[in-house]
């Protein structure tokens, strides 16, 4: 009686929190426009019994996911989403491998302070830490200033408003979900497989490329889902550093919803970004699954 | 001792510099005389001075400490009461739905988890306001509190809490003074994890938030979105000194903790 109490309260919550607000979502996406509130038609009568309900569906159409075929604004913002998260996950991939593999190779006591490093702009404001570039890339911020004092350029980078700004916040916020991953698998990496691939006559740069980077394998899976899926739907950086000349799904997504108020197009886009992104989740969670039976 | 390699001396240093390096030009930046944020002319405290006479911010502040409170306490009671059913749970009817539903909040875009919450409140003829907010904080809180204290669950050995049951304890019981002992540095970290994310997000609660109940990161991002202001570097530094103290604090006790059983088992 208990064991189902227990399961039931998490259960409906996330039932009535998490999967029915996504039919709704679904539903909106067929509905129409409408100068109403809630500003779209139809809405189901459940006091009108199955007439209601057949009378519901026959309402029904995808009329806006033809909409967004048609105005090529939606392809240009999901494809340059696309874009935008495979490079920035390899970048960061890139920039990740090298500290985690830095770490991992530390002497064990640093290591509860590294890791601690790695973990703090974690737990700070996503918010704030994507703000502090902007003071720093703007055109008369301070990689300019420096850049010019140091005469490297004559005239002020534009970089501010660019997509190298969206890069470069990306790439820094998403560091930590990159970087930890990487660091669990390389640090239970036994050393002495290293040293039998030299011994064997590798050079380093071969143990590393033929031992220790296939057996990272699992935290690189882990990591680059880490990053490419959220990313996919960021607002916030696109918002402060991409400028107007950023197209990202996420920030389409906000727009068509408070500035336009057309809800079945936000509806519609959502769904689509959805099917996009159950390919990369479905995954994601299978591979946190199989490790989580291989530990316990 | 093994020395740390020339390459990977470097790769640290350059790694930890990008990380921190922002930041430390934030808060350096936020004792600026000047209003130019880019231009130094001298150190000045006047912009704490400022944000605290903004009345506006320190409304939405309130009203953020108030939605992350409750909703993190709600979050870690549902969130620990999913991993426990996840991993002790045996088989039941929709296990599958369940786990999915617990991991996919967690790398789910904010937008369309924003919403999708938004549209059921709507739906259901719910006024935004606080309570939308702690509902929909709670909803993707309660996932990453139940992957932090699942984790600490798979790791620990069933057998204690068999024993317990074979002395004659309830299930219940069992769990009170078994389990919950053993996991709740996770439920600990859960619920920071929590507090913290609602304090973070701006996504979900602009979707959710009504008129009366803005709360500081929308009011921060309202304020940014077209400038930099050394007001808002003010309070950014404010906010990340709290939670370079909270880390630290916490981290320093877990090790005390850890350090202290490690020298009871020892001495037993």
Known sequence: MKRIALILLPYSWLVALFL???LI????????IALAIPPYTPNLDLSAGWQGFKDFISQLDFDNFVFLT?????WKAYLSSLRIAVVSTLITLLVAYPIAYGMARAPEEWRPTLMMLVILPFWSSFLIRVYSWKAILANEGLLNQLLIAIGVIDEPLLILNTPTAVYIGIVYTYLPFMVLPLYSTLEKLDASLLEAAEDLGCTRFQAFWLVTFPLSRNGIIAGCFLVFIPVMGEF????????SQTLMIGKVLWEEFFSNRDWPVASAVAVILLALLVIPIVLFQRNEEKQREAEG | ???????NATSLTLGFAFLYMPMVILVVY????SKLVT????FSTKWYGELFRNEAFLDAAWVTIRVAVVSSTLATILGTAAAYVLVRGGRFFGKTLFSGMIYAPLVMPDVILGLSLLLLFIAVGLDRGMLTIILAHTTFSMCYVAVVVSSRLVSFDRSLEEAALDLGCTPFDAFRSVTLPIIAPAVISGWLLGFTLSLDDLVIASFTSGPSSTTLPIKIFSAVRLGV??????????????????VISFSITTKRAAVRRRLEENAT
């Open chain 2, 30 to 33: 936020s004792f600026n005389e």
């Open chain 1, 70 to 74: 048609t105005d090529d604004l939606y």
């Open chain 2, 39 to 42: 231009v130094w002319a001298g």
């Open chain 1, 20 to 22: 029915v607000p996504f």
């Open chain 2, 229 to 246: 202001s050394p007001e808002i570097n003010a309070l950014s530094s404010i906010l990340i000194g709290l939670v370079t103290i909270g």
């Open chain 1, 236 to 243: 916030v950086i696109p918002a402060l550093l991409g400028g």
């Open chain 2, 1 to 7: 001792m093994r020395r740390i390699s020339w390459f």
């Open chain 1, 25 to 32: 979502v679904i539903k909106i996406s067929l509905s129409d």
